[in-house]
């Protein structure tokens, strides 16, 4: 277990891959896409991100909503699945996804400590209202950021930004919390204190700054950070 983390106001969570799991989205759909399931959900995810960045680096900015649909297209293409009514179903699954399982308590837990608590996310403003109220966690959070606010996905620092704006708090005293590697490197370079929630055993980046520790999952997270 890393080191605790002292003297953080507030924990701010990437929403996909952290808090909620993107794969429920094609697994619930396996009635439909059978053994394919897997192989579309990483790619969907795959082609997800590489919009994004590629929307970023190019200047034409469209909200989460559209990058997960394109990237649905683009996988399902290349599976060469074609279904009537599939590609609905799975963007409306995909505001249903479900949360971890550690993560209803390991929220309470750090908001009965008085932690403020926040969401900042590449996801437009519907899609994270619908997931968090259909995970039940409306009451939890301080703010539900996304990138709407400032015109461009992460990694790009005014997106950080964002989180020390909103909440009343500087970086180095605020806990940042991703699944996705090139997300905690980024956050970390931009000033916050980085738990690098490495669900799927990923490699570290070989990008500027590193994450002050690593888990394997959200569960031991009040046990490390305090105020």
Not at 133 to 148: C, I, K, M, T, Y
Not at 173 to 200: Q, Y
Request: proline share 6%; with cysteine; net charge negative.
């Amino acid at each position: 277990m890393p080191t605790q983390l002292h003297n953080i106001d507030a924990c701010v969570f990437d929403a996909y891959g952290t808090l909620f799991d993107f794969n429920s989205a094609a697994s619930a759909a396996r009635d439909e896409l059978g053994e394919d399931w897997q192989r579309l959900s990483d790619l969907w995810r795959l082609k997800q991100l590489q919009y994004t960045w590629l929307r970023g680096l190019a200047g034409h900015h469209a909200e989460f909503w559209q990058v997960t649909g394109d990237a649905l297209d683009f996988a399902l293409a290349t599976l060469h699945i074609e279904r009537p009514g599939l590609r609905d179903r799975l963007m409306d699954l995909y505001l249903q996804l479900a949360a971890y399982p550690e993560v209803p308590a390991m929220l309470r837990a750090l908001k009965d400590r008085g932690m403020k608590l926040a969401i900042l996310s590449n996801g437009s403003p519907p899609m994270l209202a619908a997931v968090v109220r259909n995970s039940g966690l409306a009451d939890v959070f301080d703010a539900v950021l996304s990138v709407e606010e400032v015109g461009v996905f992460k990694p790009h620092p005014s997106v950080y930004a964002l989180a020390s704006q909103r909440l009343g708090t500087v970086p180095a005293r605020i806990c940042f919390l991703s699944s996705n590697g090139w997300d905690a490197h980024s956050a970390k370079a931009f000033g916050f204190r980085v738990l690098w929630c490495n669900r799927f055993g990923q490699a570290p980046e070989r990008i500027p700054a590193t994450p002050d520790g690593e888990i394997e999952d959200l569960s031991v997270l009040p046990e490390m950070v305090c105020r």
